[in-house]
């Protein structure tokens, strides 16, 4: 089969052929339809997490169908559509057991320490990571494994925190922010929704997703203009899919008294805490991809018409000319490889 694997850091991936797996057991061959074109794939390929093996199959937001199974799968047939939860584990720590797999070793993910789906074919160690997608096509549901996941497990996180009439930012509206966009206006009722980032298509683009103010960060004033949204009180919550040292300053500056900052994005920043910061009692947390169970519930948000599902496709051939057009910033929503 065709797969498009790293060889070398800091190197464009190579189109290679290799063998086709044989499931056998619980494992399950799926066919890929769908492999999400992520920013922390292109942190793999810098070399900023080192992975277990070289050459490696990057891809970890997978969907396609069953091609076949292994002698103990129960409950799928050839054929069947499936969405791929991708942080498998091998061993049974207190995360496992919570169903929290997302905080177990990382280097057991599919794409960092098994083979991904930038492949025709994906060997999944147990069908208990597939769900199974009744009411969407596969390719349009791949956003939903990773960026859809993640942006739904930051939003989670701030809807202790806010109250009616209270604000919160959203800062990098790419292919997770504009699912959190959608998250905000769905899970946290009667709170202000802000997007902020750099890029005037993509603030259009969280505007027509419902966002109630957008805010370009490269020409205006945003610790200005929420205190002048939040009568000086700054924001309950703000979400930051960017990471940078710039982004997670400017996000804690936006938070008023007892306001929570989530932090997703992966671009390696450093925040600054001042004594001025610690009378406010803000909480700064993380959020890193989601649970088995929260991408049950995407997927059913998404099969119940309440999602829109942004991406662009390019074929297999095509991931490196895929990968510059996203770190250059020029993907709307997300980027999706089909074999």
């Known amino acids: 089969m065709k797969a498009a694997q790293l060889v070398s850091y800091r190197k464009p991936l190579e189109i290679r052929e290799v063998d086709t797996p044989e499931p056998s057991g619980e494992q399950v061959l799926v066919r890929i339809a769908g492999a999400g074109v992520c920013h922390s794939d292109l942190h793999l390929i810098e070399g900023m997490f080192p992975l277990p093996f070289l050459p490696l199959t990057l891809g970890h937001e997978n969907t396609g169908y069953v091609e076949n199974i292994g002698s103990r799968v129960t409950g799928f047939e050839?054929?069947?559509?499936?969405?791929?939860?991708?942080?498998?584990n091998r061993r049974s720590d207190r995360f496992s057991w919570k169903g929290e797999g997302n905080l177990s070793n990382v280097n057991d993910w599919v794409g960092v320490g098994h083979n991904g789906g930038y492949a025709e074919y994906l060997l999944v160690p147990t069908y208990k990571y597939l769900l199974p997608l009744n009411e969407i096509d596969p390719v349009r549901a791949t956003p939903l494994v990773d960026a859809g996941l993640t942006s739904y497990r930051a939003i989670n996180k701030l809807r202790s925190n806010v109250y009616p009439g209270s604000t919160v930012v959203l800062i990098g509206i790419g292919g997770q922010g504009q699912y959190a966009v959608q998250y905000s206006k769905l899970m946290l009722p009667q709170v202000k929704t802000v997007a902020i980032d750099i890029d005037d298509s993509k603030l259009a683009?969280?505007?027509?997703?419902?966002?109630?103010e957008i805010i370009n960060?490269?020409?205006?004033?945003?610790?200005?203009?929420?205190?002048?949204?939040?009568?000086?009180?700054?924001?309950?919550?703000?979400?930051?899919?960017?990471?940078?040292?710039?982004?997670?300053?400017?996000?804690?500056?936006?938070?008023?008294?007892?306001?929570?900052m989530v932090i997703v994005g992966l671009?390696?920043?450093?925040?600054?805490?001042?004594?001025?910061?610690?009378?406010?009692?803000?909480?700064?947390?993380?959020?890193?991809?989601?649970?088995?169970?929260?991408?049950?519930?995407?997927?059913?948000?998404?099969?119940?018409?309440?999602?829109?599902?942004?991406?662009?496709?390019?074929?297999?051939?095509?991931?490196?000319?895929?990968?510059?057009?996203?770190?250059?910033?020029?993907?709307?929503g997300r980027m999706i490889l089909t074999p």
């Open 217 to 260: 960060s490269a020409c205006d004033n945003p610790l200005k203009i929420i205190k002048d949204i939040t009568n000086d009180e700054g924001c309950q919550g703000v979400v930051d899919f960017v990471g940078s040292s710039e982004t997670m300053n400017m996000a804690y500056s936006l938070l008023g008294r007892q306001g929570k």
């Open 78 to 88: 050839q054929g069947a559509p499936v969405a791929v939860y991708g942080a498998w």
């Open 205 to 212: 683009a969280a505007r027509k997703l419902g966002a109630d």
């Open 267 to 332: 671009n390696g920043g450093k925040l600054e805490i001042v004594p001025d910061m610690l009378v406010n009692e803000a909480e700064v947390t993380t959020s890193n991809w989601g649970t088995m169970l929260e991408l049950s519930e995407v997927i059913s948000l998404a099969e119940s018409g309440k999602l829109k599902i942004q991406f662009e496709k390019m074929g297999l051939d095509s991931v490196n000319e895929a990968l510059e057009k996203l770190s250059s910033g020029s993907v709307n």
